[in-house]
């Protein structure tokens, strides 16, 4: 796919779902290998809001961080 404003959201979606696959095969990976907790340790402090009713909070990791990257190479190879 090209990167065009017709695909921003394509762009968006790829690099969002492949964080949050990256998170959970990230702890999948923790789960089976203890040793490699380093893979889930939190890199920035939480980052967001919390209202009464709503809270939203960000945190990065290097599991987070890889599953963006293979969204984004994924999105270019499609």
């Known amino acids: 796919m090209t990167f065009s404003r017709d695909h ?3 762009f968006l979606g790829f690099v969002i779902l492949g964080g949050i696959l990256g998170i959970a095969i990230g702890s999948f ?4 290998a203890p040793s490699l907790a380093v893979v ?6 939480p ?10 909070y960000l945190r990065f990791n290097i599991s987070a961080i890889m599953g963006m990257i293979a969204g984004i190479l994924l999105f270019k190879w499609i």
Not at 29 to 32: F, G
Not at 40 to 45: D, E, Y
């Open 8 to 10: 921003i959201g394509y």
């Open 29 to 32: 990976i923790v789960k089976l």
């Open 40 to 45: 889930n340790a939190p890199l920035t402090r």
């Open 47 to 56: 980052i967001g809001f919390d209202l009464e009713f709503l809270s939203f």
